[in-house]
C-alpha cells in the first residue's frame, strides 16, 4: 500500500466489472445482478515530508452494467472502452487542459490479458507490458519494454500463498540494476478491490490490488551485492465498513511514525 500502488491506480487506472460474466468478478460473494459496492473515492495521504503531507484524491464512474466508464485524478482523466464481452480495450488518458495524452490498447490471448501498449504521438514514448501467468491463471510476472529492442526492461514478479501475493519483487534495469522486495502478512477481510475486474486487477497490478485479502504488515528489503537487506517495516491499522470493506487505512513505520493513510469510499450499485 505504498504510494505506487495508488500511482498504479492513477496510470493504469482500468478496473471496472465485467457485464457479461460474473466469473470475472473473483473475490466477491455477491451474484450477478445483486447490488454491490464499488470503490468511488480514494483520498490518499503520504506523509514523506511529515511536515508537508501530500494529498491525492482519486474519483471512479461507473455505467449501469458497473463498467468503469471514467477517473478523475489530480486533474487528469481517463476513459474507458470495452469489447461486447465486457473486456477492456482502450483507455485514453487526457491532460488537464483537456486534450488527448496517450492511449493503451490491450491483447488478449483467450482468456488471458497478454499485454496492454502505451500508445503515443511520438513513438519514441511508446511502451509494452507483457504479462506471464501460473498453471492456475495467477499472474507472476509483468515485463515493462520501453523500447522495440527491450533493452533494460522492468519487471515484477509474484509469489503467491493462496489467493494472496505473499512476495513481490520488482526490478529495474539499465547502467545499475536496481531490485526491491516486499513481503507481506494478510488478514481474512476482503480488500477494497473486490468488485473489480479480474483483468483490470491485473492491468493495476501490484501485491494489494491481485490478492484477495488486506495486509496488515509489510516487510520492505532491497538487494545489496546479491544479498536481501530488510531495510522497513510498515503496519497498517485498518477499519472496516458493515459490509467487511476497509474505509480507512494508516500505515505507520516501526518507529511509530506516520508513512501513509487511505480512505476509501463506495457506492452501492
Known sequence: MKKFLLMGLISAVVFSN???????????DNPSG???LLLSKVTTVYYDDPANPETTVSTLSYNAQ???????SEGRTSTFEYDNAGKPVKT???????????????TYNGDQLANIKAIYTNSNYNRTVTYNYNTTGQVISSTLCQNPECSNPGTDT??????????ETSTW???ITYSN????????????????????????????NLSKNNYPVEKISFKNNGVWQQSQTISYTIQYNSSGLPVQVIGKEADGSLSVQYNYEYITQ
Do not use: H, W
Open 181 to 208: 522486495k516486499s513481503d507481506f502478512s494478510y488478514d481474512d477481510k476482503l480488500n477494497p478491490y473486490t468488485n473489480i475486474n479480474k483483468y483490470l486487477k491485473i492491468m493495476m497490478g501490484r501485491a494489494y
Open 66 to 72: 458497473r463498467q468503469l466508464i471514467k477517473t478523475i
Open 92 to 106: 485514453i488518458y487526457y491532460k488537464p487542459d483537456g486534450t488527448v495524452d496517450y492511449y493503451s490498447a490491450y
Open 18 to 28: 465485467s457485464c457479461s460474466s460474473n466469473d470475472d468478478n473473483e473475490g466477491t
Open 173 to 175: 534495469g539499465g547502467a
Open 34 to 36: 445483486q447490488p454491490q
Open 158 to 167: 509474484y509469489v503467491y500463498n493462496g489467493n494472496n501475493i505473499s512476495s
